[in-house]
């Protein structure tokens, strides 16, 4: 059976006993660093270590509607990407 991933909770009181802060300290830190990467995501946000949150423009496509086999045109738009760092695939052996 595969591990399943760390809930929030799960993740906060794993920093918290590694660290020595309180669960209330941890929690404070990655909200503010989680606003912080929404408020420079424009202008690309690094997490060290991690990766790098950028902002990508997707040109306009032609693409098909499942439901009807209708060809349609899908617009260009720009998105949010999260670059791995290298560290991060080595680590992980991806």
């Known amino acids: 059976m595969a591990a399943k991933p760390l809930t929030k909770t799960q993740t906060i009181a794993t920093i918290a006993e590694n660290t020595g802060l309180t669960k209330k300290d941890v929690t404070q ?8 990467s929404y408020k ?3 202008v690309g946000f690094t997490i060290p270590g ?3 949150l950028v902002v990508q423009n997707r040109a306009a496509r032609t693409g098909r509607n499942p439901a ?8 260009a738009k720009k998105v949010l ?4 760092a ?8 991806c």
Request: charged letters at 30%.
């Open 29 to 36: 830190v990655i909200d503010e660093l989680v606003q912080l």
């Open 40 to 42: 420079q995501a424009k």
């Open 50 to 52: 991690l990766g790098k």
């Open 68 to 75: 009807t086999g209708e060809t349609i045109q899908i617009p």
């Open 81 to 84: 990407k999260f670059r791995i």
């Open 86 to 93: 290298k560290a991060a695939k080595d680590a992980t052996g």
